[in-house]
């Protein structure tokens, strides 16, 4: 079965030393991002860093980038899942609106005196 | 089934073996990430919906002590990548200092997380009936941890978000509610990968591990990566929310 | 009935899995997947016993309008325990952990499961699990309903929530290895010549399960996990009170409980789509249509979740969108049913227990998932939510079908677990008994339903009570119907005809092996020539089939890829 011919591929460590300065100067860079006012757009900027360090991650101290194809059909099925979850959830809370036209949450100031255990 | 030499019975080739084991920790990293995913969504709808709250909360965390853990997190990943060439290439005395040097880390951020976590206990932030987000500011001589100026900002910020949300105490207490549910999750996951990684070590000082054979070095090596990719999700998540105020 | 008249009666085999090694210790630190897969029909049958009694209460119960049997208090135990038992300790690990356990190694012609120790480890999880739950049902019950909403589960319900919920939680940690174990097992282990499309569907159905047990199960251990800490330690995630949203946790709950009914029902088809080949001798008609189909039950399944939520507050437009889903996944179930029907048409099908089991199936599978329709279109949904409606219609999904098609590879699968016959007879009629007594108990239900009956209810109005009365009746026949198989199985297991290796015959890998198998499995490691279901090449099987016989094109040419 074809599954089972493929050779280890073994990163050197100057690529594992490339790859962690990487990962610390975009973490200096997403904190000084932070500091910076984007409005909307700190979360995308920090969520888009996130994501290339854990895409350097995966891709070269998880070896995605030399495994299998069936490895990449995991990754992506483990997104495409999480995605799900997460969009199609959030698609109720972004349309979700009551009879008065209200939209979530439905009450926006709840008395103070309400304690943690209602 | 019986074992012949590094060689599991149910298994025909070497190959094969190490094939199955990485398929089956990352099929397993993908429960994890659904896992998280659930406490995830959770974060994302309040911190949309209380967004004052989880601003507010975000900012009583110390930058320092978050920023210094992901550095020290990220080389920890490092290390272990570097065990997992030493074994690829049978270099048994690195595979040691490697995997010593990925605990170290490890333990590092342990005390860290623990600072952090006593400071929050001491300062009533932590979910339940005892929560006030209210207390340092009302009650500074029980803060004392806090030097003046920081204290003065606080009182300043708290005061701004009680204008914008009334109901700042219960939303504030969402925001810790994900901040201790995930740094939690997280945490209990190092330390798991720590308990694998002493394993690993008592391997490897027995010589276990060499080019032939490094299966568990790299599976443990993927579940750490894991433990490390959450991490640089959750600070820039938890840390660094409306940090330019 | 079968060919046994042809050559001499078989033996018991000298040596296997059974007999192998011995002692109590030989058992409970065993990794053969064998073993493990009997281990795992104890305590299922053992779950399934008391979930069955939970559930005899409450037809008891129901016998008389104003319920005279138990107090409300008692009675919200009764029905929530009834499904909590059912739902998560019997249906979910039922045809998976035992048969699928079983057989999934046979079937691709390993040795073992990818990780025999940790198959082993996730049938000790499952007991600590059920230890927990079963110690929260004498340690003043459950009452939530087995779906735990929140803020009732969490801030007011006065019953043993925190225990239950943490047993649950553990039990999903076994559910998740095993679909692992799966999963891998299917992706390495295959014997060469196994291709991709040479796998019997049981095992297609397992993979297509195996991907809803990793990717939903998780959801429903951090949402339990949550739960529990909101009631311990007062998180506000599902407490409106602090700005949380009880609709979330059934977002999160659904998000694995809707797809769990996929767990369920697809092991279900895998089985029917062994047995009905084998009864028809006939290559299943459009076999890739039906591997396929259970991959995309396992995909749209995740995607239609929140119509058990429409009457919840949700979105109206959100909720649009997922009936219309619903509506879809319709579509690949039908093309199952279709083409199981399509099978029998030319072929030649004789009535043995299975076959029974398979034909109760068709027809409650079809009226359990047809039913299912009206419940996910919204106008209708608004009348008979949360009625009887609901209660038959899952029903006829988890019983008909599901415990049907159990029961189905049981007896199926009987000869070769244990290397003898149950007695034929006796089993056509706890077949017979089962259905009847099952319609008897479900199909009045749907008729309360639309008048107006409302589940969860310790009490209903007199003019409900002669359809409550007929579904007691149908309780207690549906209650002989499983004490008969249980009793003669186990009778069967060491008295019973010895079935020789392949009583049937069917085409699979697992009857090539003797009965009951050796612990390594296969004396040599079998290589596959032939495609699945093929009677018509197989003159191994001693098969008077004609070659080419049945409809044209369904003999394959074998692929040229080994």
Redesign the interface.
Known sequence: MSEHEHTEHIVSPGMYLAIITTLLILTGLTVGAAFVNLGRFNIAVALLIATVKATLVVLIFMHAKYAPERTKLVIIAGIFWLALLLFMTLSDYASRVDYRGVRYPMTQIISHTLGNRG | MHRTGALYGQFKTLEQQKDTATLGMWIFLVTEVMFFGGIMLAYTINRHTYFHAFAMGSNTLSLGLGGFNTVVLLASSFTMAMAVWSAQTSKKGLITLFLSLTIFLGFVFFGVKYVEYAQKFHHHLVPGKTFDIFYCVRNPAKCSDIDAADMAKEKEEIEAAVQADPDLNAHAQLYYSAYFGMTGLHALHMVIGAGLLFWLLKESVAGRFNAEWNNPVDIVGLYWHFVDIVWIYLFPLLYLIDRHK | MRTEATGPAPEMPEKHYLNATYGIRSWLLT?DHKRIALLYLASVTFFFFIGGFFAMMIRLHLLTPNGYLLTPDLYNRMFTMHGVTMVFFFLIPSIPAILGNFLIPLMVG???????KINLLSWYIYVVGGLFTLWSMVNGGLDTGWTFYT?FST?YSNSAVAPAVVGVFITGFSS?LTG??F??TV????A?GMTWFRLPLFVWAHYATS?VM??????I???LG?AA?ERV?????F???????P??FQ??FW?YSHPAVYIMILPAMGVISELIPTFARKRLFGYHFVAAASLAIAVIG??VW?HHMFLT??????AV?FSFLTFIVAIPSAIKTFNWTATLFGGSISFDTPMLYAFGFLGLFMIGGLTGLFLGALGVDINIHDTYFVVAHFHYIMVGGAVMGYLGGLHFWWPKITGRMYPEWLARIAAFILFIGFNFTFFPQFILGIMGMPRRYHTYPPEFQIYNVMSTAGASILAIGYLLPMVYLTWAAFYGKVAGDNPWPATGLEWKTQSPPLT?NFEV?PVVTWEAYDFHNRPDLGLDVPAGKGSPGVVAPAHGDD
Do not use: C, W
């Open positions: 990794t390993a040795k073992d499961l990818a990780f025999p803020p801030l998740i692992l174990n999963l891998v992706h390495t282990m295959r060469p991907i990793i990717l939903g199960t998780p959801v251990a951090i949402t949550l800490m330690f007062g998180l506000g995630f407490n409106p009170a602090m700005g949380g949203d609709i979330l977002h999160l998000f995740f995607v929140t507050g949700q979105s109206t437009y959100a969108a390594e490691t």
